[in-house]
T-cell receptor, first 114, second 112 residues
């Protein structure tokens, strides 16, 4: 089955700096890669996603890049703000297969210091 | 739309007790699933369903049963609770042909 690894497990940045979180996946058939933000005690919230036919996607201060050959994808957050502090999860799935089930990475705790 | 709802929000069980975690969605989604999240970890798939009457196992199915008699509901049963099942349980749904998973608010389960 699919295996997703995520690094780093914790990341501390100064407000205004950029943050980068990296994930690798094992199943070359995976074609959908979402990123979730989870605040303490809350459900995961989708913040951005990318399909395998796209190399990069951007939404305001967040962007995701995908390298299919190397089987890795990354989340980039620019101009970080204290409210970006949360746990971020990457995931991978094969769209249309087995109900779009997701395999998650282990998470990155991002702390943005004011 | 209420989206995906889960009950209860919190539950404490003793080892060996049984219970059912409820999940319902009002978006007419064909796909539904259960994940568990242990402290400091990502979500892991327990069971999933691609439609009424169809269920299958995920990554960590042992100790859990599911059934799907309607499109709206997907209950998760713990037959004999164990401390290893202490976790936060999330239900999710998505539509056939879509990609986004819609998560419920979660049930925090403690087994003593």
């Amino acid at each position: 089955g699919e295996n997703v690894e995520q690094h780093p497990s914790t990341l501390s940045v100064q407000e205004g700096d950029s943050a980068v979180i990296k994930c690798t996946y094992s199943d070359s058939a995976s074609n959908y890669f979402p990123w979730y933000k989870q605040e303490l005690g809350k459900r995961p919230q989708l913040i951005i996603d990318i399909r395998s036919n796209v190399g990069e996607k951007k939404d305001q201060r967040i962007a995701v890049t995908l390298n299919k050959t190397a089987k890795h994808f990354s989340l980039h957050i620019t101009e970080t703000q204290p409210e970006d502090s949360a746990v971020y999860f990457c995931a991978a799935s094969i769209v249309g297969n087995a109900g779009n089930m997701l395999t998650f990475g282990g998470g990155t705790r991002l702390m943005v210091k004011p | 739309n209420a989206g995906v709802t889960q009950t209860p929000k919190f539950q404490v069980l003793k080892t060996g007790q049984s219970m059912t975690l409820q999940c319902a969605q009002d978006m007419n989604h064909e796909y539904m699933s259960w994940y568990r999240q242990d402290p400091g970890m990502g979500l892991r798939l327990i069971h999933y369903s691609v439609g009424a009457g169809i269920t299958d196992q995920g990554e960590v199915p042992n100790g859990y049963n599911v059934s799907r008699s309607t499109t709206e509901d997907f209950p998760l049963r713990l037959l004999s609770a164990a401390p290893s099942q202490t976790s936060v349980y999330f239900c999710a749904s998505s539509r056939r042909g879509g990609v986004e998973q819609y998560f419920g608010p979660g049930t925090r389960l403690t087994v003593t």
